[in-house]
């Protein structure tokens, strides 16, 4: 290896990075994580007790990556002993178009899914009110955000990987094809190649080194509600009604905090370094209004906000490309934790030459 430190550092250790870090381990390169805050952090998109999975998308990409997603979350359970991947069923409904192409790609697809009336709806999930037929889809569920982040660089640490916490990176030099310097507040490190899986923070990261699409910001605010019904009778679920504060909203149980709540991708601007934490009041009393409305078993008036980011593109298409030695992961619009065991996958072909990835995910200009 000569005067590099790692064959490839990865900075970011969130879900994504963490996901890179461990592929790449499991390869058996030599590989640095290296993430600015403490474990199990709450300043990015990757803290919290869960996460939608899901297979129902319109299109064969999308579904295609979450398929392999599920096998390699259950092959990290096996690893680790940890429990991250619990089926619940999923259902989407509202007056929206977007319901028959979802439905027709999961046909497409071969992904089981079947049409529910609004009364069959409603005696299976008591919880929700439904005016609107429904797509129940049960492979559907969700991931325990905190617990998979960790189970990640455990299991990379356990193949080999230096997992460094507490270790901003304020710089990264492209030197040659095949070198790069990272500079840290510990020291300088080089390395072959790269993996920036910084999300909110790419644009004041790499922006200066290559060509980025707009990356939206955002401080998103969903809540937990107290749960009327019994946390165990939720499945997840997306909403798009006319008539709704923001055309989706998206919800789930958090078992032993409520059932989480929130808007998809409305929340304010802002700089992932400089955030206030706070919920807007207009989009909590949106949530509070919501659930009075649509969601019978949950006690609209018992709510603990939250607080995570999104990074945006503007087709909400993850960035997943290679520029030199230089691999970047971003955008991934709020909906990408699903992915981010078959994201690492992709990210480890990036960084060793391998496979590129669908061009749909090439949004380097």
Known sequence: MGSLDADVIVVGGGAIGSAAAWQLARRGVDVVLLEQYTAGHTNGASHGASRIFRLSYPDALHIGLAREARDLWRELEDTTGEQLL???????????????SLAAGLTAENVEHHWLTPGEAAERWPGLRFD?????????????????????????????ASVR????????????????????????????????AVNGWAAKLLGHLIPLPPLRVTQEQPVHFGARVPERDWPS??????????????????????????FHGAGPVTDPDHRDFRPEPAQLAGLQEYARRWLPGVDPDDVTPISCTYTTTPDETFVLDRHGPLVVATGFSGHGFKFVPAIGRVLTDLALDGPRPDRRFASIR
């Not at 429904?134 to 982040?149: E, I, M, N, Q």
């Not at 990264?172 to 300088?188: C, N, S, Y």
């Not at 679920?237 to 929130?262: C, M, N, Q, W």
């Open 86 to 100: 619990t089926v619940t069923g999923g259902v989407d409904h509202g007056a929206h178009p977007g319901l028959d």
């Open 132 to 160: 609107t037929r429904a797509l129940f889809h049960p492979d559907s569920g969700r991931l325990h955000a905190d617990r998979s982040v960790s189970a990640l660089q455990a299991d990379a640490e356990k193949n080999g």
């Open 165 to 196: 916490h507490e270790t901003p990176v304020r710089a990264i030099e492209l030197l040659g094809d095949d070198t790069v310097l990272v500079r840290t507040d510990a020291g300088d490190l080089r390395a072959r190649r790269v993996v920036a």
């Open 237 to 262: 679920f997306g909403h798009r009604s006319a008539d709704a504060f923001h055309p989706l909203i998206y919800g789930l149980a958090t078992p032993g905090e409520g059932i989480k709540v929130g």
